[in-house]
Nanobody, 126 residues
Framework: QVQLVESGGGLVQAGGSLRLSCEFSGPTFSYYTMGWFRQAPGKEREFVSA??????????AYADSVKGRFTISRDNAKNTVALQMNSLKPEDTGVYYC?????????????????WGQGTQVTVSS
């Protein structure tokens, strides 16, 4: 029932910005912790950021590698979650996936998420 569709990926130069968006279809978006993960070629999928279920001001978490550069937010009225990515680096390159899980901890790992989008490519050139 839950479907996730990411958008906003693309090619950007180092130091630039991108804003990813994930549209959630299904019941009771506010019950879901929403996460962003990424996967670079030849590497495992890794946690990027998450925002806790509940109101828009919910607790957030970030990977150390993106802290201070990325900002996650959610709009429960529009059933969307966004990831604002600033000061992008070539090592941020990868496919970015949106994930959702009911009442998950904000630090949940990839294996704890049951719903995934199809991914959107982010490429940062040096």
């Amino acid at each position: 029932q839950v479907q996730l569709v990411e958008s906003g990926g693309g090619l950007v130069q180092a130091g630039g910005s991108l804003r990813l968006s994930c549209e959630f279809s299904g019941p009771t978006f506010s019950y879901y912790t929403m996460g962003w993960f990424r996967q670079a070629p030849g590497k495992e999928r890794e946690f990027v950021s998450a925002i806790l279920w509940g109101g828009g001001g919910g607790s957030t978490a970030y990977a150390d590698s993106v802290k201070g550069r990325f900002t996650i937010s959610r709009d429960n009225a529009k059933n969307t979650v966004a990831l604002q990515m600033n000061s992008l680096k070539p090592e941020d390159t990868g496919v970015y996936y949106c994930a959702a899980e009911r009442f998950a901890n904000v630090r949940a790992g990839a294996r704890e998420y049951g719903r995934w989008g199809q991914g959107t490519q982010v490429t940062v050139s040096s």
